[in-house]
Nanobody, 117 residues
Framework: QVQLVESGGGLVQPGGSLRLSCAAS????????MMWARRAPGKQRDVVAT???????DYAHSVKGRFTISRDNAKNTVTLQMNSLEPEDTAVYYC???????????WGQGTQVTVSS
């Protein structure tokens, strides 16, 4: 079955950087789009970065220029490099994918990112 396992979250000071990783299994990774979403306290869960099967990327306005999503099809991993972090980036970050044939979404368990001094 589809499994997505995130790692790399933690506590970082404002202006700092973190790199999140997601290990994927159970599907043809290279054919699926991959996304990172986040849910801040008291807010809905929003997608912040997308990379499709052709490695075209898209970002939410709030993170554009600071976050970079990338994928390694040989290792079945997707990463999110987060720079210039702000307290507003504090959230649980989720790795997700969407089956391109059924449109079903699959989510990881999430990893906490806290930006605070």
């Amino acid at each position: 079955q589809v499994q997505l396992v995130e790692s790399g979250g933690g506590l970082v000071q404002p202006g700092g950087s973190l790199r999140l990783s997601c290990a994927a299994s159970g599907f043809t990774f290279s054919s699926y789009p991959m996304m990172w979403a986040r849910r801040a306290p008291g807010k809905q869960r929003d997608v912040v970065a997308t990379i499709d099967a052709d490695s075209f990327t898209d970002y939410a306005h709030s993170v554009k220029g600071r976050f970079t999503i990338s994928r390694d099809n040989a290792k079945n991993t997707v990463t999110l490099q987060m720079n210039s972090l702000e307290p507003e980036d504090t959230a649980v970050y989720y790795c997700l994918t969407k089956n391109p044939y059924s449109s079903r979404n699959y989510w990881g368990q999430g990893t906490q990112v806290t930006v605070s001094s």
